[in-house]
């Protein structure tokens, strides 16, 4: 069997250099003639100026430059084009004085020599001000913050924007691959991901054996370099924050990766791949794999078998194929497990817009998001505890649980990690809420300003610090480094929403039997969450905290059963330390 194992390994390592490797082999030459059909003003000005560049073969990083040189030359064409320069903002300053004596009306810009676009859009800036009057000073201030806007909504607007900008140098890319990656993409995805989860598999496999008999076999895990914050998982988790640097913000470098999948992602959705399909399936391979792992690991306890199996259908279906088939019938391709505010986006402008324009199914989507954070969160909560959905269900949870396993021993236990958690979640909670409210109150009013704050600005920033640096970054790629909960432990919003609901009104508890506890301290190793929850054994206490998620590794390593996942009355669920002395037990 160890044989068999180290066969495997060899395999697995080879296809893993593969599919790195695959990344940096590639040659890249422009093809007019990939072009989009109806390319956009600015597209037009790129293409040109990538055409003066040359189309002779290139490698991926000098190809970069001139996409990324192309871009900025468009950009700055369309700002020459579209601005309004400082002779024409005097033009405009001088003609506003005329109206010193009367109110204010944009009537004036019509004697001005501006294009359409500009007379129409500051007409929309300074239509607030009609029928006012106002001092030489308020008027100018006020139409120089009109231009401004104007100018600084340019590129936005007209011109090649950061994502649009990330976006065409991906397709840009992927239109000119040339050689192995784009002649046979289909051996390459077999070769690589399919073969490559295989021979994990046949690493993995072989633990039916060599686990031996009962119980749960963490031999070693402190000396292992992989799991005891080592080389080895330094190196593992620089490359796994390397990944998701390079995923969020640069996914042009992906763009292997992204070819070799395209056959496949047509096949399942009737679209093309991008660097998001790529992630989706990585994740659905992770949790499968690794999925298969926990089983053997925890076979010989029912719950962790059941919740196992669990989370790999819910990223499988829900997480992945049902998304797929949505967006080949040209739905909304939604993750109906997924619910605000982990999902922050679902209340913005253009998900509510691709809802409703989506009809009945979409009204039923919309109506299911709402109801599942607005009833379902506090109705199984109260009834289960946040395991319903972080052990059971959620997909950073079934990453956590199945890929993050051999890591939990890593969760920082003490107090002055306990404080961080309790004001780092529930910030973010308050910050998802409030920018969301932000964002509805623009969407219904078509203001974007409230309160000195611009709801984009404000999402762009949640985005970038909530759901690209703590969630992907840190959450995922700190596994080795920090244990496998960081993003569910300091992070998430709706285990936030959750943990207040477990914590004061739920039928969750773990119940623990104290006159058994060895004080081995497995429960509190092996705690994902940080929970101390041997001081909790020995005192005889139930364990009620907003953090536990549920997993019940405490209980299912435990050596004495003194640990017991339950549900019942809410009376009694929370009591402080059991005393066992000649007047009996007393409970306080």
Same mark, same amino acid.
């Given at each position: 069997?160890?044989?068999?194992?180290?066969?495997?390994?060899?395999?697995?390592?080879?296809?893993?250099?593969?599919?790195?490797?695959?990344?940096?082999?590639?040659?890249?030459?422009?093809?007019?003639? +990939?072009?989009?059909?109806?390319?956009?003003?600015?597209?037009?000005?790129?293409?040109?100026?990538?055409?003066?560049?040359?189309?002779?073969?290139?490698?991926?990083?000098?190809?970069?430059?001139?996409?990324?040189?192309?871009?900025?030359?468009?950009?700055?064409?369309?700002?020459?084009?579209?601005?309004?320069? $400082?002779?024409?903002?005097?033009?405009?300053?001088?003609?506003?004085?005329?109206?010193?004596?009367?109110?204010?009306?944009?009537?004036?810009?019509?004697?001005?020599?501006?294009?359409?676009?500009?007379?129409?859009?500051?007409?929309?800036?300074?239509?607030?001000?009609?029928?006012?009057?106002?001092?030489? $000073?308020?008027?100018?201030?006020?139409?120089?913050?009109?231009?401004?806007?104007?100018?600084?909504?340019?590129?936005?607007?007209?011109?090649?924007?950061?994502?649009?900008?990330?976006?065409?140098?991906?397709?840009?890319?992927?239109?000119?691959?040339?050689?192995?990656?784009?002649?046979?993409?289909?051996?390459?995805?077999?070769?690589?991901?399919?073969?490559?989860?295989?021979?994990?598999?046949?690493?993995?496999?072989?633990?039916?054996?060599?686990?031996?008999?009962?119980?749960?076999?963490?031999?070693?895990?402190?000396?292992?370099?992989?799991?005891?914050?080592?080389?080895?998982?330094?190196?593992?988790?620089?490359?796994?924050?390397?990944?998701?640097?390079?995923?969020?913000?640069?996914?042009?470098?992906?763009?292997?990766?992204?070819?070799?999948? $395209?056959?496949?992602?047509?096949?399942?959705?009737?679209?093309?791949? =991008?660097?998001?399909?790529?992630?989706?399936?990585?994740?659905?391979?992770?949790?499968?794999?690794?999925?298969?792992?926990?089983?053997? +690991?925890?076979?010989?306890?029912?719950?962790?078998?059941?919740?196992?199996?669990?989370?790999?259908?819910?990223?499988?279906?829900?997480?992945?194929?049902?998304?797929?088939?949505?967006?080949?019938?040209?739905?909304?391709?939604?993750?109906?497990?997924?619910?605000?505010?982990?999902?922050?986006?679902?209340?913005?402008?253009?998900?509510?817009?691709?809802?409703?324009?989506?009809?009945?199914?979409?009204?039923?989507?919309?109506?299911?998001?709402?109801?599942?954070?607005?009833?379902?969160?506090?109705?199984?909560?109260?009834?289960? !505890?946040?395991?319903?959905?972080?052990?059971?269900?959620? !997909?950073?949870?079934?990453?956590?649980?199945?890929?993050?396993?051999?890591?939990?021993?890593?969760?920082?236990?003490?107090?002055?990690?306990?404080?961080?958690?309790?004001?780092?979640?529930?910030?973010?909670?308050?910050?998802?809420?409030?920018?969301?409210?932000?964002?509805?109150?623009?969407?219904?009013? !078509?203001?974007?300003?409230?309160?000195?704050?611009?709801?984009?600005?404000?999402?762009?920033?949640?985005?970038?610090?909530?759901?690209?640096?703590?969630?992907?970054?840190?959450?995922?790629?700190?596994?080795?480094?920090?244990?496998?909960?960081?993003?569910?432990?300091?992070?998430?919003?709706?285990?936030?929403?959750?943990?207040?609901?477990?914590?004061?009104?739920?039928?969750?508890?773990?119940?623990?039997?104290?006159?058994?506890?060895?004080?081995?301290?497995?429960?509190?190793?092996?705690? $994902?969450?940080?929970?101390?929850?041997? =001081?909790?054994?020995?005192? !005889?206490?139930?364990?009620?905290?907003?953090?536990?998620?549920?997993?019940?590794?405490?209980?299912?390593?435990?050596?004495?059963?003194?640990?017991?996942?339950?549900?019942?009355?809410?009376?009694?669920?929370?009591?402080?330390?059991?005393?066992?002395?000649?007047?009996?037990?007393?409970?306080?």
């Amino acid at each position: 069997m160890k044989i068999i194992k180290l066969i495997g390994l060899v395999l697995f390592m080879a296809c893993l250099t593969s599919f790195v490797g695959v990344l940096f082999v590639g040659q890249y030459q422009f093809d007019y003639s +990939k072009l989009s059909e109806n390319p956009t003003e600015a597209e037009e000005y790129f293409y040109q100026n990538l055409l003066r560049l040359g189309t002779h073969a290139k490698d991926k990083f000098r190809m970069v430059d001139d996409i990324q040189s192309s871009i900025a030359a468009a950009n700055r064409a369309i700002n020459n084009k579209y601005a309004i320069n $400082e002779n024409l903002q005097n033009k405009v300053d001088s003609a506003a004085l005329s109206l010193m004596d009367a109110p204010f009306t944009t009537s004036f810009y019509e004697d001005l020599p501006l294009s359409k676009v500009q007379l129409q859009k500051l007409r929309e800036y300074t239509t607030w001000m009609a029928g006012k009057k106002y001092s030489a $000073e308020d008027l100018q201030n006020y139409l120089k913050q009109a231009i401004n806007n104007f100018n600084s909504g340019i590129i936005n607007t007209f011109g090649l924007d950061s994502y649009k900008a990330k976006e065409l140098t991906t397709n840009t890319l992927k239109q000119s691959v040339t050689g192995l990656v784009a002649r046979h993409p289909s051996l390459l995805f077999t070769l690589i991901f399919v073969f490559g989860a295989a021979t994990a598999l046949l690493y993995i496999l072989p633990n039916l054996v060599l686990l031996g008999g009962p119980g749960i076999k963490n031999n070693g895990i402190f000396h292992n370099p992989m799991t005891s914050r080592k080389w080895l998982g330094i190196l593992t988790g620089s490359l796994l924050i390397t990944f998701y640097i390079i995923l969020y913000w640069f996914p042009y470098y992906l763009v292997e990766w992204i070819l070799i999948t $395209e056959p496949f992602a047509h096949w399942l959705s009737g679209g093309t791949s =991008s660097q998001w399909f790529v992630y989706g399936l990585l994740y659905t391979l992770a949790v499968g794999v690794m999925g298969v792992r926990m089983l053997i +690991k925890y076979r010989h306890s029912n719950y962790h078998l059941i919740r196992t199996l669990s989370v790999i259908f819910f990223q499988l279906a829900f997480a992945f194929i049902i998304p797929q088939l949505l967006a080949k019938n040209s739905l909304p391709a939604i993750d109906l497990k997924n619910m605000w505010p982990l999902d922050y986006s679902f209340f913005f402008d253009y998900r509510i817009d691709q809802m409703i324009e989506a009809g009945t199914i979409g009204y039923f989507m919309l109506g299911w998001g709402i109801v599942l954070f607005v009833v379902a969160v506090p109705v199984f909560t109260y009834l289960y !505890g946040k395991r319903w959905y972080c052990s059971w269900v959620c !997909g950073c949870g079934g990453l956590a649980e199945t890929f993050g396993d051999p890591y939990r021993q890593l969760s920082d236990k003490s107090l002055r990690a306990w404080k961080i958690e309790r004001w780092s979640i529930h910030l973010v909670l308050v910050f998802a809420v409030g920018m969301t409210a932000l964002v509805l109150y623009s969407y219904f009013s !078509g203001n974007a300003t409230v309160l000195g704050l611009n709801s984009y600005t404000v999402r762009g920033w949640y985005g970038f610090l909530i759901g690209s640096v703590f969630a992907g970054v840190v959450g995922t790629g700190f596994y080795p480094l920090m244990g496998n909960r960081m993003w569910c432990r300091f992070g998430c919003p709706l285990a936030a929403y959750m943990g207040i609901i477990q914590r004061f009104k739920s039928r969750f508890r773990i119940t623990t039997n104290g006159g058994q506890c060895i004080s081995c301290g497995n429960c509190s190793t092996y705690c $994902e969450q940080g929970i101390d929850v041997r =001081s909790y054994a020995q005192k !005889g206490e139930n364990i009620v905290r907003a953090s536990c998620v549920g997993c019940g590794v405490c209980a299912a390593v435990c050596p004495r059963g003194v640990l017991k996942l339950e549900n019942g009355p809410e009376a009694g669920r929370i009591h402080g330390p059991i005393e066992i002395s000649e007047k009996g037990i007393q409970v306080f």
